[in-house]
């Protein structure tokens, strides 16, 4: 749609420039004579053939009708070919082949000039799919955790009840210590009565010696007998002890568990957020992306209407540098020019005469060098007003 724009504005322009260019040309010719250009008026020639009386040589005379003496470019006795220049505005003309280099050179500028055409922003690369979500490391860890409490709470429930009580063998120990110890303290007491009744019954010496070695014999065993019964007692206060310490650690174990399974639980919980923030600047990136391609295709779009409208301008300045040129050569083409219409020799240019700011002188040609024949006009003179575009 823009390149029919472009060539529809083109040709109107040069349509407007081909109608100004034939429209000046219908002009009269006093009109563009006095142009802002200052293009000259046509020169008039008058020719006239004649027969020299005294050598009977055709002779011809351009009677001639110019705006400046200056256009003359020949002088008397010259040798002139046919087609070579008598009179010319040189200096108009001059200056109109350097406006025509002026405004060539600009036409040649403008079509060297390169206007780089925008590089179409390219599609990047589709981006690696995220890998579906894969939680089972952490899902794995819970049920390890989760079986590892159950285990420490079963074992803590079964073994809870033994541990609070004590332990059988050592309190029947205890038990079978203490009786020891009673008896012992009970054959003590005895025999310590047998000894106060046999001094108040005054027995002899020896025999109360015996009974006292005896008691002697019994205090001993009693002693031994608290001993085994502090022993036992001991023995149950540090089965106590390692039971309770046990059931601790049993506990202890139950909480660890239960710790190691809250850290697997958090640590499934740390993956799931750090998936959803994964997957958050994912779409991030992904729409980051797509605008950034938006940037570029909206860049690229006024890179293109830029170029084209430096198409266009170039083109309109060349349309326009193309009509001035044609109507400069048009310009050119209507400089008044005279030339010779035979070879042979200038043989006499009369004296200028003004009128009007126009200057008037008659050349004449022959086909031999100047003679002191003068120049006289036969009856047989042919008279041809002509004008030379």
Same mark, same amino acid.
């Given at each position: ?17 081909l ?11 006093s ?16 020719t ?30 010259d ?5 070579e ?7 108009e ?8 280099q ?62 609070k ?24 007491q ?19 010696r ?11 065993e ?16 540090a ?60 860049a690229?779009t006024?890179?293109?209407q ?42 006499r ?11 008037? !002188?008659?050349i !004449?040609?022959?086909?031999?060098p ?8 036969s ?11």
């Amino acid at each position: 749609m823009n390149e029919l724009v472009r060539r529809f504005a083109i040709g109107c322009v040069l349509s407007l420039g081909l109608i100004a260019i034939l429209s000046s040309e219908n002009q009269p010719s006093s009109n563009k004579a006095f142009s802002q250009d200052k293009t000259p008026t046509p020169q008039t020639v008058q020719t006239t053939e004649e027969i020299d009386s005294q050598t009977n040589q055709r002779i011809l005379k351009l009677s001639i009708d110019v705006e400046n003496t200056s256009f003359l470019k020949v002088k008397e006795g010259d040798a002139i070919k046919i087609g070579e220049i008598i009179t010319d505005n040189s200096i108009e003309r001059n200056r109109l082949n350097k406006q025509r280099q002026s405004l060539q050179l600009q036409i040649d500028n403008l079509k060297a000039k390169n206007i780089p055409k925008p590089f179409e922003p390219k599609a990047p690369p589709q981006l690696a799919a995220l890998p579906s979500a894969n939680f089972l490391e952490e899902e794995s860890a819970i049920a390890q955790a989760k079986l590892k409490l159950q285990q420490a709470q079963s074992i803590l429930e079964s073994r809870t009840k033994l541990l609070k009580s004590d332990n059988p063998e050592v309190r029947a120990e205890g038990e079978k210590s203490e009786s020891a110890l009673n008896i012992a303290s009970a054959k003590v007491q005895e025999q310590e009565e047998l000894i106060r009744s046999m001094q108040d019954m005054k027995l002899e010496a020896a025999v109360l010696r015996h009974e006292e070695a005896k008691l002697k014999q019994l205090n001993s065993e009693m002693e031994q007998a608290r001993s085994g019964l502090d022993q036992a007692r001991a023995k149950l206060n540090a089965s106590a002890i390692a039971s309770q310490q046990e059931l601790q650690n049993l506990q202890i174990a139950v909480q660890i568990a239960q710790s190691d399974l809250q850290m697997a639980m958090s640590r499934l919980e740390t993956a799931k957020s750090n998936r959803k923030l994964l997957e958050y600047n994912a779409s991030i990136n992904a729409a980051q992306r797509v605008e950034q391609q938006n940037q570029s295709n909206l860049a690229y779009t006024r890179q293109m209407q830029d170029y084209e409208q430096q198409i266009r301008d170039r083109d309109y300045q060349l349309a326009q540098l193309q009509i001035s040129l044609a109507a400069i050569d048009d310009k050119i083409s209507q400089i008044p020019v005279v030339k010779s219409p035979k070879t042979g020799y200038i043989r006499r240019i009369k004296p200028w005469v003004g009128n009007n700011g126009k200057y008037t !002188t008659t050349i !004449t040609i022959s086909s031999n060098p100047k003679s002191d024949g003068g120049d006289r006009s036969s009856n047989g003179t042919i008279i041809t007003p002509t004008s030379k575009p």
